[in-house]
């Protein structure tokens, strides 16, 4: 019975060792098939430790793909302390390749970390210092790879795309609106090591970075690099306080072009003050506009059909009071009778006061908000401004006079520009945009695309017809005759406002401006410049900014090929305009008999040969009395 009892229990015992070996076993077999991989990542994230690979930030592109931020490769240099057999051989060998001193670079290498980032005097290292540094060949020195911005076209466009810190990441303009678009996915290096830094005899793995996507922008290279190109030559030769420049596609809202001084070079940002690096001066700088505001009053009345441009007519004395107030004309004893289009040509102040009282407040008020003013755009660039208007409840017959030729009241340059894109493109208000589309880095597939995107309806397209020929008129009989390009139709409006500190006027400080437009039938660009305080000059639209708008508008001409047309108006020459003739055409003819044709030119040959080949300029085309025509000579064919 006692042995009975024995075997029993032996038998229970080998029963729960059984069932324990058993449950071991699938245990096992369960850890090592089934848990094989989340046990392995485990390990692998206790022993692994990654050194970054950054990604390629996305690039910037202009609306023909043509590059405006970039990357370049660079290498930075990168600590594993516990590595580091001889810290005080590889402190002394990186501080001296690194020129720093040894106490420097030690609170790198004794540092109480897995990983070290030699920051900033081991970032973004030349080729030569990288190289010297691999030569080395130290354990637990690493030298990996970083992706630095580069702008190849230096200052162009600066003040919009804005700047990267060392970090590659965006701090201001289009790089910080557009951050996380532009800035990808850093990929890693991961290296396996024990708890003390030990590196394990096991194989890297390399995880890829994913690049950032390329945005594409609204803006013309060749149109950007002229308004760049003019606002070096206005700093040169007037050193103003500031100077702004804005070419927009009225039809779309898309910004064409968009510059300011002062500027600055992105690559270099380090080397400017935090207040010229968020200087977008288009987007939020805020001023009385001046005459250029005039097309807004003008639009009203015409809208409203108080007045007829053609046929109503106004007699200016000279100066208009209003409740005290003398208001001059520029023109000393006025212009005398004229009608309303012709005191739009020769900016009459005292015929826009009548204009002004015309519509009256209510009215007037309505239609310059109706157009935008007073409130942001909503362009797509961060810190815009949106002006200063008069409280409807405050405006009394001064402030109404004043307002209707453009003092009193402040407004963008971007409210100017997409105001005036109204007026003239059938009276729609569009949004401007300056981001075109985002695009896959690989495939360059648009990812999101922006169209252009209507506010409102501001005047009717009968309105707007009217309105561009009155442009044009300007430009061909009134005061913006330097911006006359014979052949082409050419609108546009000069602008002279007295700048106020404080509540007062300042003397002689004024902002000169100009906007115009380009065809006026059929406007394709509107262009506005501004011109901050401009010195040594006369203090003349037709002295400061209408002749660098003229050149501004025949690149934009070439830029959006834009074709010569008959049926313009004709400009009214003054004492000081030169005659012009039209060339005409001499190839193929004998030199001596093309001589016979040229004898209002100044002709310049070049080749050799008896027979004309080529000319330039093409026949056809006008010539200032002696301008120079250059023939090609050679044999002919």
């Not at 003050?273 to 288009?282: A, F, K, V």
């Not at 708008?549 to 009214?572: S, T, W």
Request: charged share 25%.
């Amino acid at each position: 019975m006692f042995f009975k009892k024995i075997d029993k229990r032996i038998k229970i015992v080998l029963i729960i060792i059984m069932i324990l070996f058993v449950s071991i076993v699938l245990r096992v077999f369960k850890i090592q098939v089934f848990d094989y991989k989340k046990l392995k990542s485990l390990a692998d994230d206790l022993w692994s430790r990654d050194l970054e690979v950054a990604a390629d930030r996305g690039k910037i592109l202009d609306r023909n793909g043509e590059v405006l931020a970039d990357n370049v490769t660079t290498t930075s240099l990168v600590l594993v302390p516990n590595q580091i057999k001889n810290k005080k051989e590889v402190s002394e060998a990186l501080a001296k390749i690194l020129n720093v001193s040894t106490k420097e670079m030690n609170k790198h290498v004794y540092k109480k970390t897995s990983i070290e980032r030699v920051h900033p005097e081991g970032r973004r290292l030349s080729y030569e210092i990288a190289d010297k540094i691999s030569s080395l060949d130290f354990d637990g020195v690493y030298l990996v790879k970083e992706s630095k911005r580069y702008y190849p076209y230096g200052n162009l466009l600066s003040n919009s795309l804005g700047y990267v810190g060392i970090d590659n990441q965006g701090l201001s303009g289009l790089e910080l609106q557009y951050n996380d678009v532009l800035s990808g996915e850093s990929g890693a290096i991961k290296y396996f090591s024990d708890a003390k830094g030990n590196q394990l005899n096991l194989s890297d793995i390399y995880v890829e970075p994913v690049n950032g996507m390329n945005i594409q922008l609204t803006i013309d290279i060749n149109i950007q690099k002229s308004i760049e190109r003019e606002l070096d030559n206005v700093v040169d030769m007037f050193q103003p306080d500031m100077a702004l420049a804005i070419v927009m596609n009225p039809k779309t809202g898309e910004i064409l072009g968009m510059s300011n001084r002062p500027n600055f070079d992105p690559n270099n940002y380090q080397n400017y003050s935090l207040e010229s690096l968020s200087q977008n001066l288009p987007i939020f700088s805020s001023y009385e506009p001046g005459s250029t505001f005039k097309i807004i009053t003008t639009s009203a009345a015409v809208e409203e059909k108080v007045v007829d441009l053609e046929k109503d007519h106004f007699h200016d004395s000279g100066s208009v009071n209003v409740d005290g107030a003398v208001i001059k004309c520029w023109k000393a004893g006025g212009h005398g009778d004229q009608t309303f289009k012709q005191v739009l040509q020769n900016s009459c102040n005292p015929g826009f006061v009548r204009l002004g009282n015309l519509l009256g407040k209510e009215r007037l008020f309505s239609y310059i908000k109706k157009f935008g003013f007073g409130e942001k755009t909503g362009v797509d660039l961060t810190g815009e401004g949106k002006g200063i208007l008069f409280d409807l409840d405050q405006v009394g017959n001064v402030e109404l006079a004043t307002t209707a030729f453009g003092q009193g009241v402040s407004v963008t340059p971007i409210q100017q520009v997409t105001a005036v894109s109204s007026v003239i493109n059938g009276g729609y208000l569009y949004k401007p945009y300056i981001l075109k589309s985002i695009n896959d880095p690989v495939t360059n597939n648009i990812i999101d695309e922006k169209y252009k995107e209507l506010v409102r309806r501001t005047i009717s397209s009968d309105t707007s017809k009217i309105m561009r020929k009155a442009l044009e008129s300007v430009v061909a009989k009134g005061g913006g005759k330097a911006a006359y390009i014979d052949g082409y139709r050419i609108g546009g409006k000069t602008g002279t406002a007295q700048k106020a500190v404080d509540g007062k006027y300042l003397v002689n400080n004024y902002i000169m401006s100009f906007v115009g437009i380009v065809p006026s039938n059929d406007p394709e660009a509107v262009l506005y410049i501004a011109i901050d305080n401009p010195k040594n000059t006369a203090l003349l639209s037709s002295y400061t900014t209408t002749p660098i708008a003229r050149r501004v508008l025949l690149d934009i001409i070439d830029a959006l090929d834009i074709k010569k047309q008959k049926g313009g108006m004709e400009k009214d020459l003054e004492w000081s305009d030169k005659i012009t003739y039209e060339v005409p055409d001499v190839v193929g003819m004998k030199v001596e008999d093309a001589k016979k044709l040229l004898v209002n030119f100044t002709v310049e040959y070049s080749g050799s040969g008896d027979y004309i080949i080529s000319q330039s300029p093409k026949a056809k085309e006008k010539v200032e009395d002696k301008g120079v025509i250059r023939l090609m000579l050679g044999d002919k064919k």
